[in-house]
């Protein structure tokens, strides 16, 4: 076999080598771990301030959940509750890993995100 023919066999073969063959790899998303963190702060707080009777808390709470794309299950999640004196321990102490994730998240919405809630729980916590 001549050497044209083993370089149009090569060329016949990476022709049929089409980019975007393979099956696409799945996006992931570097910021979930954070993400899910913070869903998962802020549905203890939902369930704690609900519990204790703090209306006004849990609903800002929830409308931090569903800002992070939080989705209430279907099935009742019942996280650990807090006190009611933990409960500001614990929004005071969310502060400094929701800058953290700001800081560290990829994506820039939720970075904004992140801050936005940081930024509210310091003002809840009287900071």
Same mark, same amino acid.
């Given at each position: 076999?001549?050497?044209?023919?083993?370089?149009?066999?090569?060329?016949?073969?990476?022709?049929?080598?089409?980019?975007? @063959?393979? /099956?696409?790899? *799945?996006?992931?998303?570097?910021?979930?771990?954070?993400?899910? =963190?913070? !869903?998962?702060g802020e549905l203890t707080l939902i369930r704690s301030c609900e519990?204790?009777?703090?209306?006004?808390?849990?609903?800002?709470?929830?409308?931090h959940f569903k800002a992070l794309g939080g989705v209430?299950? @279907?099935? /009742?999640?019942? *996280?650990?509750?807090?006190?009611?004196?933990?409960?500001?321990? =614990?929004? !005071?102490?969310?502060?400094?890993?929701?800058?953290?994730?700001?800081?560290?998240?990829?994506?820039?919405?939720?970075?904004?995100?992140?801050?936005?809630?940081?930024?509210?729980?310091?003002?809840?916590?009287?900071?």
């Amino acid at each position: 076999m001549s050497r044209r023919s083993l370089l149009g066999l090569a060329a016949l073969g990476l022709a049929a080598c089409k980019k975007g @063959s393979s /099956p696409p790899t *799945p996006r992931v998303d570097p910021d979930a771990t954070a993400l899910a =963190a913070a !869903r998962d702060g802020e549905l203890t707080l939902i369930r704690s301030c609900e519990a204790v009777g703090f209306t006004a808390d849990q609903n800002i709470h929830t409308a931090h959940f569903k800002a992070l794309g939080g989705v209430f299950p @279907s099935a /009742p999640v019942m *996280p650990k509750l807090l006190q009611t004196d933990e409960i500001q321990s =614990a929004v !005071r102490g969310s502060v400094a890993s929701l800058r953290g994730a700001a800081v560290a998240a990829i994506d820039g919405d939720h970075a904004a995100r992140f801050a936005s809630i940081a930024a509210s729980h310091e003002v809840m916590a009287g900071e």
